[in-house]
């Protein structure tokens, strides 16, 4: 079983449109939760870091349960630049290591 | 705006040949990461460094890959010899805590 997973989509979506993406990880011992963004042919970008208690940039919401070991993110009024793959990422502080999901690709039609 | 820069951006090398990358870190950041994508595999960690000392690098083939960190400055991810199964995107990525900030990458073709 793979540390981080991910539904990989692709997530295609009307211009407008509320999509949801969610994560699960293995490790119960992990410490740090993120949302990474990477465009096509470019580096990851981290887009939100996830707390217990969740938390919103605009028109992203991240939210973390630890009991069922389960991360999501919600994108609402979706745009064409929204288009990427989203990587959630699990970190064990003790280390720095971040581990990534291979990523969900989110495709925003006209 | 502070970014992470990595050398050469490109690089089509034949089988056996030597490659060295180049990762200069944002200036300040104590960690540093090396990190390699491809379609199938995705983002896997290579190795990293904490304060320029090598800590984990259990994810990179000991036999053709080293990582270095010859000063502050500077990281290095070398492969001798090269095969065509080394292709794929190699990231560095530097940060303080867990936050990190990726370079732009090295796409390397091996043939």
């Known amino acids: 079983r793979k540390e981080v997973e991910q539904d990989p989509g692709p997530f295609n979506v009307p211009e407008g449109a509320t999509v949801a993406f969610n994560c699960t990880y293995s490790n119960s011992a992990s410490q740090s939760f993120f949302w990474y963004r990477q465009d096509c042919r470019k580096e990851p970008k981290l887009l939100m870091s996830?707390?217990?208690s969740g938390n919103e940039d605009g028109r992203f919401t991240a939210q973390l349960n630890r009991a069922s070991q389960y991360i999501s993110l919600l994108i609402r009024d979706s745009k064409l630049s929204d288009s990427a793959t989203y990587l959630c990422?699990?970190?064990?502080?003790?280390?720095?290591?971040?581990?990534f999901g291979t990523g969900t690709l989110l495709a925003v039609q006209p | 705006d502070a970014r992470v820069t990595q050398t050469p951006r490109d690089k089509v090398t034949e089988m056996g040949q030597e490659v060295t990358m180049r990762c200069q870190p944002i200036l300040g950041h104590n960690t540093v990461f090396w990190y390699r994508q491809t379609m199938m595999q995705g983002l896997e960690l290579l190795a990293y460094?904490?304060?320029?000392?090598?800590?984990?690098d259990s994810g990179m083939p000991k036999d053709r890959f080293s990582a270095e960190m010859p000063d502050a400055t500077l990281a290095t991810l070398k492969i001798q010899p090269s095969e065509p199964r080394d292709s794929a995107v190699y990231f560095c990525a530097s940060g303080l805590a867990d936050t990190q900030y990726f370079g732009p990458g090295t796409r390397l073709t091996v043939l």
């Open positions: 460094f904490r304060n320029r000392a090598p800590l984990d």
């Open positions: 996830v707390y217990s």
């Open positions: 990422v699990v970190a064990w502080s003790a280390t720095n290591k971040l581990i």
